[in-house]
């Protein structure tokens, strides 16, 4: 499992939410991975459920999305 976070950017003309954190967590269980993600003070967020064929190929997605997030400005805030 990872955790990202990242500083939200504001929008057009300083529109959006500026300021507050995003979330993003990636949860690889076997087959499984879970993708999550939303405004780190909101309890409720987005999910994204993908099963694989193989284990190999659920890890391989769960890394391709987290080289992805970091590319992208998202700091690993833990990894279990």
Known sequence: ??????????????????????????????????????????????TQVRTFSTDQAALSAAYEKLDAKLGRGYTIAYAV
Do not use: C, H, N
């Open 1 to 46: 499992k990872w955790a990202l976070l990242k500083q939200s950017d504001s929008g057009p003309m300083g529109r959006g939410q500026s300021g507050k954190k995003k979330v993003y967590e990636i949860t690889v269980d076997g087959r499984t991975v879970t993708f999550e993600w939303g405004m780190a003070e909101l309890k409720r967020r987005q």
